[in-house]
């Protein structure tokens, strides 16, 4: 799990470190959540997101889509300064059983505001879990990160309310204590133009960033400068913490899930809840993602993802055909694509050219699992789709058909049609 995209020579700059913290009182116990999944873990990943450009591409329009995508200009103004400056943490503890642990009037001082975040951005019939907001509660408490990006990450609640595999408390207690450290780099600099590696052991998020006077200056007068107010180095540490956040919101307790798949899920869900690019680097670990997805379904998948055990992947597909050689075989050739991968330096047609006979032999492996469970299915299945995507086409734009989201806010016929 320690695939570096960017080479950095760097001296970090320590992040502030603040953790407040409520007092605990047994009279002051507040009973707000009617069921809660509470987790104790303790231990970590290590990732590196792919450089990424900003984007200000708008998703296609879903039937099922809950809330309507929130205009950025309109809680840039309604928001001043000191708005995200008045939360303050809970507790450091707040899930224990089916209880709040926190004094009540903060707690309801923190839930009035964002309930008014809530109305103001998706309108008074979205209703998240009392969860969610705790989730959210807890990075909008955060006294490291600066109020500039808590406010473009408030749209982060629809995950923590959808995703019901969190291990809430783990991530509650992660997300108050979050460090962030930005290094940048003057012209002078070579090796890399921006980039961002993820610490859970630390529990920290680095980003590095190449800077230059011509790209300052330019970005001054720009367009998403005059929407944003972000600088230039701002404005780029956001677009890659949409990545970064949704890699520390998984569980630290077991740390065995690929790479391939990690990197691959943090993408597509970045996609979805941040209308984030799927990074040319990262088209074919989405593709096979997806297609793992067709397979064991997408909850299955979604679990593993947030507590980091390949073992829920592996018994869904052993469920399947009682083999355990195969999912080593496939392991082996994961590995050997990430070492093609590290090797391109991820150079797209590179990783393309150096791929075909591993991806030719995960396709195989993977489509017998998919002939077992569907044995009449046809070429217009979006498994097959993507099946096709992921071992015949060539170019970055037919890649570019993977972007259909999680599956989770559009039905079939939807993505059949778009990606035809």
Same mark, same amino acid.
């Given at each position: 799990m320690?695939?570096?995209?960017? +080479?950095?020579?760097c001296?970090?700059?320590a992040?502030?470190?603040l953790?407040?913290?409520s007092?605990r009182?047994?009279?002051? +116990?507040?009973s707000v959540i ?14 590196? /997101?792919a ?7 708008t ?5 099922t889509?809950? /809330?309507t ?5 309109s809680?840039?103004e ?5 708005f ?6 809970l507790?450091?503890n707040?899930?224990?059983?089916n ?7 903060v707690y309801?001082e ?11 951005i998706?309108g008074e019939?979205y ?8 989730l959210?509660?807890a990075?909008?408490?955060n006294?490291n990160i ?6 473009w990450?408030?749209h982060?609640?629809e ?6 595999y ?6 509650y207690?992660k997300?108050?204590?979050l460090?962030i450290e930005?290094?940048? =780099?003057?012209?002078?600099d070579?090796?890399?133009f ?5 610490d859970?052991?630390m529990?920290?998020?680095e =980003?590095?960033i190449?800077?230059t006077d ?5 970005y001054y007068?720009s367009?998403?400068?005059?929407e944003?107010?972000?600088?230039y180095v701002?404005y780029?540490v ?20 690929f ?7 943090t993408?597509?869900l ?7 690019d799927?990074?040319?680097?990262q088209d074919q670990r989405?593709t096979?993602?997806?297609m793992?997805?067709e #397979?064991i379904?997408?909850?299955k #998948?979604l679990e ?14 052993l469920?399947i055909i ?6 080593? +075989? ?7 694509w990430?070492?093609?991968w590290?090797?391109?330096n ?13 991806r030719a032999?995960?396709s195989?492996i993977l489509t ?8 009449d299915?046809d070429?217009s299945?979006?498994y ?8 015949e086409?060539?170019?970055a734009s037919s890649?570019?058909?993977t ?6 806010r559009?039905?079939?016929d939807?993505?059949v049609?778009?990606?035809?």
């Open positions: 320690k695939n570096i995209l960017i +080479r950095i020579i001296l970090s700059l992040a502030l470190h953790s407040a913290c007092n009182n047994e009279s002051d +116990r507040t009617e069921e809660t999944s509470a987790t104790t873990a303790t231990t970590s990943i290590t990732e590196t /997101a450089p990424t450009e900003a984007t200000t591409q998703p296609p329009q879903s039937t889509q809950i /809330a995508e929130p205009e950025t200009e809680i840039h309604r928001n001043p300064d000191d995200y400056k008045n939360f303050k943490p507790a450091e707040v899930f224990l059983e209880e709040v642990v926190c004094e009540p009037e309801a923190q839930m009035q505001l964002i309930d008014e975040e809530i109305e103001y998706y019939d209703a998240p879990s009392t969860e969610a907001k705790l959210m509660s990075l909008l408490s006294q600066d109020y500039k990006y808590k406010k990450l408030f982060i609640i995950y923590f309310n959808d995703n019901t969190l291990p809430k408390q783990e991530i207690e997300l108050l204590n460090q930005t290094q940048t =780099f003057g012209e002078n070579e090796g890399f921006y980039g961002a590696a993820t859970s052991y529990n920290k998020i =980003f590095y190449l800077v011509e790209q300052t200056e330019g007068s367009p998403e400068y005059e944003t107010g972000l600088s701002d780029n956001f677009d890659m913490i949409k990545h970064e956040i949704l890699h520390i919101a998984v569980s630290s307790k077991i740390d065995n899930i790479s391939f798949f990690n990197e691959g899920m993408v597509l970045e996609k979805e809840y941040n209308n984030g799927i990074y040319s680097c989405v096979y993602l997806k793992l997805i #397979v379904g997408k909850d #998948v593993a993802y947030s507590f980091s055990d390949n073992s829920i992947i592996e018994a869904e597909l469920k009682p083999d355990e050689t195969k999912i080593q +075989r496939l392991y082996e050739l994961i590995s050997e990430e070492n093609k590290e090797e391109s991820c150079d797209f047609d590179a990783v393309i050219e150096t791929t075909v006979e591993i032999e995960m195989q017998e699992y998919y002939n077992t469970l569907h044995p299915a070429e299945s979006l097959s789709i993507y099946n096709s995507i992921f071992t086409r060539t170019d890649y570019d058909m972007k259909a989201y999680f599956n989770s559009y039905d079939e939807f993505l049609k778009r990606l035809y």
